[in-house]
């Protein structure tokens, strides 16, 4: 193996993986390195026993590259662990987006799967309530009323536009969002809940109303491209079987891929060229490899640079902090969820598969399971619940290809912001009332309850360093790679985004004047560029 690279990128992250790809098909020599004998680093999408050994490491505190910490594990995970893709950053794809435009334009998309979400549902004392998120269903909503269907509709009308400029955001951008809504549209309490937790995806009503409406807006624009619903669920697990496609485009383009080594060196340096130009040396030591690996540019996940400054060559001491923290629950379920509404229900019997029209009413067609779904409760909807925002519930079923037949996954999430620091630590605690109460309602088609067969809870971590410190880095010829956002409909966006500034980032460092001009995913043959077999 020829030790000298252009690049080496540490991580196999859904932005690294995706910047590696970029450079990797513009020619670019490539070496992309991890750790963990897996790809996808946080977002990857492990079997059970992968799952498992993950959470000790982080509960040992064995494992210094993970973001993932204080970890439990309730009842015995299948044996047949292979059954099972469990993502450790489960995800929905916004239809619209710079992701979708990379897995099209890379030709990724060719091969994962994906499954449109199949209804949003916000948890209220009154049950479940399905969201409308177009005019169609706002008008067969039956839980609300027409002044407030007609306030619903303007506020749509809103979101969808070029709202920046208008009156009335001006001078609110930085409002409440919350109290945007109730000043701006005269909306009442329980709407306003429903369109922060529901469609803005806010983790409370106090989110900034500017970055809330964006997030409104790409909901809106993205219903209709493949479906009725605005989000796509990846197959196989989510964002780490995505991680997956684009490590494939690198090494098919010629990456060279070392996967579960240890780094045992690590030395930044300046050499004189024989021009008497100073030249930057990246050397990377590794477990089981003879020859050291060296690098004009290195791109490095920021989980590793606490690792590689433990090496004084470096000659950069890196102090992270936690900005932000997240309980998360990963729950196996012996059942499958049905629909989550009486609207889905209906609307289950008006499409078949095919998406054509069938005949009978809903008592004569047994409503099918769910295989992708989303239910928000909503920061003080369950009396027994400590979150200090809202929890998302994300449902995968048999037809997301994540679980065996007749068994479903839960994915439960929630910010530890502002909860007392002794239950912040403890993600059993702030999950376990959310986890029962799915459980409780989500009575199988038979009428049969769903029985949890396992669950893992633990906290996700999202590290920071100062602007000084990645300054500091840059000028050695590193590039750092942020941790993802640990919202449920940003995370692959921003992957996407991260990935495409390191690629940019990385042409400049190696002398390209035109790295802004360079495309990110050269065209693909004729034929290969379609996104309608995305689903």
């Given at each position: 193996m020829d030790s000298h690279f252009q690049v080496i990128i540490l991580g196999t992250g859904l932005a690294e993986s995706i910047a590696a790809a970029a450079l990797a098909k513009v020619g670019l020599k490539v070496a992309h390195i991890d750790t963990n004998p897996y790809y996808g680093a946080d977002e990857a999408s492990l079997t059970t026993k992968e799952l498992q050994e993950c959470l000790n490491r982080a509960t040992e505190r064995l494992d210094?590259?993970?973001r993932l910490r204080t970890a439990s594990v309730r009842g015995e995970f299948p044996s047949a662990s292979r059954d099972y893709s469990l993502s450790l950053s489960p995800s929905v794809i916004p239809a619209r987006g710079p992701l979708i435009s990379?897995?099209?334009?890379?030709?990724?998309?060719?091969?994962?799967?994906?499954?449109?979400l199949e209804s949003v549902s916000v948890y209220s004392s009154d049950g479940l309530k399905s969201v409308p998120g177009s005019k169609e269903e706002i008008f067969r909503s039956k839980d609300l009323s027409l002044i407030d269907k007609r306030k619903l509709m303007r506020f749509l009308m809103f979101a969808s536009g070029e709202f920046e400029s208008s009156s009335e955001l001006r001078g609110k951008e930085t409002m409440d969002f919350g109290s945007f809504l109730k000043e701006v549209f005269s909306l009442d309490s329980q709407l306003t809940s429903v369109l922060a937790c529901a469609l803005a995806l806010c983790k409370s009503q106090c989110d900034t109303a500017l970055p809330a409406l964006g997030r409104i807006r790409r909901y809106l624009r993205s219903a209709g491209r493949y479906g009725a619903s605005p989000f796509l669920v990846g197959q196989y697990g989510g964002l780490g079987e995505l991680a997956q496609g684009f490590c494939r485009v690198c090494a098919v383009s010629g990456g060279t891929y070392i996967l579960g080594r240890d780094i045992l060196a690590f030395e930044s340096k300046s050499e004189s060229s024989s021009g008497?130009?100073?030249?930057?040396?990246?050397r990377l030591k590794l477990s089981e490899i003879p020859e050291d690996l060296t690098a004009d540019v290195v791109i490095s996940?920021?989980?590793?640079?606490?690792?590689?400054?433990?090496f004084p060559q470096t000659e950069t001491e890196v102090n992270l902090s936690t900005t932000e923290s997240h309980s998360c629950c990963i729950a196996l379920v012996d059942g499958v969820i049905p629909r989550l509404s009486s609207y889905e229900s209906a609307q289950a019997t008006e499409n078949d598969s095919t998406g054509e029209p069938v005949e009978g009413s809903s008592e004569e067609i047994p409503s099918r399971p769910v295989d992708a779904a989303l239910l928000v409760f909503p920061s003080g909807s369950l009396s027994s619940g400590k979150a200090s925002g809202p929890v998302n519930v994300l449902i995968n079923g048999e037809g997301t290809s994540s679980c065996p037949r007749g068994k479903s996954l839960l994915y439960l999430s929630t910010t530890t912001q502002n909860i007392d620091a002794n239950e912040a630590n403890n993600p059993e605690?702030?999950?376990?009332?959310y986890l029962e109460i799915t459980l409780s309602l989500l009575q199988s088609p038979s009428g049969e309850p769903l029985r949890e067969l396992s669950s893992a809870f633990y906290i996700?971590?999202?590290?920071?360093?100062?602007d000084t410190h990645l300054a500091s880095l840059k000028g050695k010829g590193i590039f750092v790679s942020p941790p993802l956002p640990e919202h449920i409909a940003e995370a692959g966006d921003a992957a996407a985004s991260i990935g495409?500034?390191?690629?940019?980032?990385?042409?400049?460092q190696l002398g390209n004047p035109d790295a802004d001009d360079v495309e990110l995913w050269p065209p693909l043959p004729p034929g290969l560029d379609d996104d309608d077999d995305m689903i």
């Amino acid at each position: 193996m020829d030790s000298h690279f252009q690049v080496i990128i540490l991580g196999t992250g859904l932005a690294e993986s995706i910047a590696a790809a970029a450079l990797a098909k513009v020619g670019l020599k490539v070496a992309h390195i991890d750790t963990n004998p897996y790809y996808g680093a946080d977002e990857a999408s492990l079997t059970t026993k992968e799952l498992q050994e993950c959470l000790n490491r982080a509960t040992e505190r064995l494992d210094q590259i993970s973001r993932l910490r204080t970890a439990s594990v309730r009842g015995e995970f299948p044996s047949a662990s292979r059954d099972y893709s469990l993502s450790l950053s489960p995800s929905v794809i916004p239809a619209r987006g710079p992701l979708i435009s990379s897995l099209i334009g890379s030709g990724v998309a060719r091969y994962g799967g994906f499954k449109l979400l199949e209804s949003v549902s916000v948890y209220s004392s009154d049950g479940l309530k399905s969201v409308p998120g177009s005019k169609e269903e706002i008008f067969r909503s039956k839980d609300l009323s027409l002044i407030d269907k007609r306030k619903l509709m303007r506020f749509l009308m809103f979101a969808s536009g070029e709202f920046e400029s208008s009156s009335e955001l001006r001078g609110k951008e930085t409002m409440d969002f919350g109290s945007f809504l109730k000043e701006v549209f005269s909306l009442d309490s329980q709407l306003t809940s429903v369109l922060a937790c529901a469609l803005a995806l806010c983790k409370s009503q106090c989110d900034t109303a500017l970055p809330a409406l964006g997030r409104i807006r790409r909901y809106l624009r993205s219903a209709g491209r493949y479906g009725a619903s605005p989000f796509l669920v990846g197959q196989y697990g989510g964002l780490g079987e995505l991680a997956q496609g684009f490590c494939r485009v690198c090494a098919v383009s010629g990456g060279t891929y070392i996967l579960g080594r240890d780094i045992l060196a690590f030395e930044s340096k300046s050499e004189s060229s024989s021009g008497s130009e100073e030249t930057k040396n990246l050397r990377l030591k590794l477990s089981e490899i003879p020859e050291d690996l060296t690098a004009d540019v290195v791109i490095s996940s920021i989980n590793y640079l606490p690792h590689l400054s433990n090496f004084p060559q470096t000659e950069t001491e890196v102090n992270l902090s936690t900005t932000e923290s997240h309980s998360c629950c990963i729950a196996l379920v012996d059942g499958v969820i049905p629909r989550l509404s009486s609207y889905e229900s209906a609307q289950a019997t008006e499409n078949d598969s095919t998406g054509e029209p069938v005949e009978g009413s809903s008592e004569e067609i047994p409503s099918r399971p769910v295989d992708a779904a989303l239910l928000v409760f909503p920061s003080g909807s369950l009396s027994s619940g400590k979150a200090s925002g809202p929890v998302n519930v994300l449902i995968n079923g048999e037809g997301t290809s994540s679980c065996p037949r007749g068994k479903s996954l839960l994915y439960l999430s929630t910010t530890t912001q502002n909860i007392d620091a002794n239950e912040a630590n403890n993600p059993e605690q702030i999950l376990r009332p959310y986890l029962e109460i799915t459980l409780s309602l989500l009575q199988s088609p038979s009428g049969e309850p769903l029985r949890e067969l396992s669950s893992a809870f633990y906290i996700k971590s999202s590290p920071t360093l100062s602007d000084t410190h990645l300054a500091s880095l840059k000028g050695k010829g590193i590039f750092v790679s942020p941790p993802l956002p640990e919202h449920i409909a940003e995370a692959g966006d921003a992957a996407a985004s991260i990935g495409e500034t390191l690629f940019r980032d990385v042409l400049k460092q190696l002398g390209n004047p035109d790295a802004d001009d360079v495309e990110l995913w050269p065209p693909l043959p004729p034929g290969l560029d379609d996104d309608d077999d995305m689903i």
